[in-house]
């Protein structure tokens, strides 16, 4: 499941990770949607440069961010091959059959910008944070009980439950299966009703583990007026840094909006008076 | 089938949190007048990452395979948990594994769980408009429905925003045809979804069928 080392850096001592984890998540996440909102290529760089700089500041290693960029990557990789070639009227080069056009090009370059600077920001919260505090901020912020709870107990269970697919993948294995020769782009039935037995099999013992847990919880208290079980940690104070921090982030987010509407009303004027 | 970060403009991204806040609250409203709430979220966590789990399970189809999103599976499992479960499952892949994205977290969410609360309903007819058929034909076809169209409305709002969104400068008709021409090209992943439900539902109604009736 590619998460094996997702808690591995949060114990490092950065600025970043020293940040309060409430306002750490208000911040980036303003930040994340004011990247959202830039369409003009003259602050892709800007914008890369402030995830680069935070990254830099959070003391993570580079390989954390590529080992997780390869997944997505595919996704962004399709549209960098078929936008430049299909879209747009201004034809940069030709060769051939392949021809490289200037709006295609500038809508892959801003694609991508948005999707590295948004990533890493992303990673940077994650990385910094261990999960169970950054799920205490989104609850002292206003997660609803049910969400809390429900996302505590699925991450309690996730990576015991993938181990419990893998060793039902290994019987299975063991027992021939996917050994046989399949014919080119057919869906063998009897592939399909023992894909699903193991699908069937994996929801009734989860489901039979939650009658267990369940009993387990009422017995510590759970539903007796004990509301949540991730409950209300007393978070100690923010501190000169963390609102500083908290400053300079919005107030770039802020910045980033206003330049994006500045550079756009100036473009879309030039356009008018072109015309 | 996630719209990863940096596609959709702050505007959509915006619109899909507000939609999904909008259909959470109308789950978890839904969730808190059964009789005891609380005694329903460690079988739908539980199921969650289950789910989140199985979604890693490939159907072969040489030279290649087929990715499973089971979010008909889930509704017609987990009726009104569905949603905040879909929520909860993108959260993690975009956390865990960047598959997705946190500004598009509200879009997915909503694209996904909504045609999972559908599945649910569809799922639920089955007893008042299924009445003329027999078991398990009845449960069995209406679960091939929640699975198939489950994953048919998702893929039609993927590649709506997708192709809407993207290329400013694509014209309306290559629009309109691209959109169509990718639809039909989802039909038999649908129809994977559709008959891989039914046999996962029709299996745990031989051996668990309590799971079915939550």
């Known amino acids: 499941m590619g998460a094996a080392g997702l808690d591995t850096y949060v114990h490092r001592d950065s600025v970043i990770h020293r940040w309060s984890p409430r306002l750490k998540l208000i911040s980036l ?3 994340m949607f004011a990247f959202a909102t830039v369409r003009q290529l003259a602050l892709v760089p800007w914008m890369l440069g402030l995830a680069a700089s935070l990254y830099g500041l959070s003391g993570l290693p580079v390989v954390f961010l590529r080992q997780r960029l390869s997944y997505p990557g595919l996704f962004i990789l399709a549209l960098v091959v078929l936008l430049p070639l299909t879209v747009g009227d201004t034809v940069l080069g030709e060769w051939g059959w392949l021809t490289l056009r200037q709006e295609g090009l500038v809508a892959t370059l801003l694609i991508v910008g948005r999707f590295l600077s948004i990533l890493t920001l992303g990673f940077i919260l994650l990385g910094t944070t261990p999960f169970l505090t950054l799920l205490h901020a989104m609850r002292s912020l206003g997660l609803p009980t049910i969400l809390a709870d429900m996302t505590l107990l699925s991450y309690r269970y996730l990576f015991e439950i993938a181990a ?33 037995m193991l699908a069937g099999n994996l929801l009734i013992r989860s489901y039979e583990q939650s009658d267990r847990v369940y009993r387990a919880m009422r017995l510590r208290g759970y539903g007796y007026g004990a509301r949540s079980a991730v409950g209300q940690r007393a978070t100690a104070q923010p501190n000169t840094l963390s609102w500083g921090l ?30 | 089938m996630h719209i990863p970060d940096g596609i959709l403009s702050a505007q959509v991204c915006a619109a899909g949190y507000a939609v999904t806040g ?5 789950s978890l409203r839904q969730i808190n007048r059964q009789p005891n709430p609380t005694a329903a979220v460690p079988k739908a966590s539980l199921l969650t990452a289950a789910f989140f789990v199985a979604s890693s399970i490939y159907i072969p189809v040489p030279p290649a ?5 089971l979010n008909g599976l889930l509704g017609v499992v987990l009726g009104y948990f569905a949603f905040p479960a879909i929520l909860i499952g993108l959260f993690f892949q975009a956390l865990v594994i960047g598959h997705g994205g946190i500004t598009t977290l509200g879009v997915n969410a909503a694209m996904m769980g909504i045609p999972a609360l559908l599945a649910y309903h569809i799922f639920q007819r089955r007893n008042s408009l299924g009445k003329f058929l027999g078991e398990p034909t009845r449960t069995g076809l209406f679960a091939f429905l929640g699975g198939a169209l489950g994953l048919g409305v998702a893929a039609l709002i993927f590649l709506a925003l997708i192709i809407l969104n993207i290329p400013a400068q694509l014209d309306g008709e290559a629009e309109r ?10 039909i038999p992943l649908a129809m994977v979804e559709g008959v891989f439900t039914t046999m996962l539902v ?4 031989r051996v668990k069928p309590e799971i079915l009736e939550g």
């Open chain 1, 246 to 275: 908290t400053g300079v982030v919005l107030a770039a987010a802020v910045a980033l909006v206003i330049a994006e509407g500045i550079l756009r009303q100036g473009w879309m004027c030039q356009a008018w008076m072109c015309q």
């Open chain 2, 65 to 69: 395979s087929v990715h499973l999103i």
């Open chain 1, 164 to 196: 419990m697919l893998t060793t039902m993948q290994q019987a299975m294995g063991l027992r021939g299966f996917g050994h046989k020769r399949q014919r080119w782009l057919h869906i063998n039935r009897q592939t399909m009703e023992q894909l699903a």
């Open chain 2, 202 to 205: 029709l299996f745990l109604r």
């Open chain 2, 177 to 186: 045809a691209a959109v169509l021409t990718l639809s039909i090209a989802h």
């Open chain 1, 29 to 31: 996440v303003v930040l």
């Open chain 2, 22 to 26: 909008l259909a959470t609250w109308y």
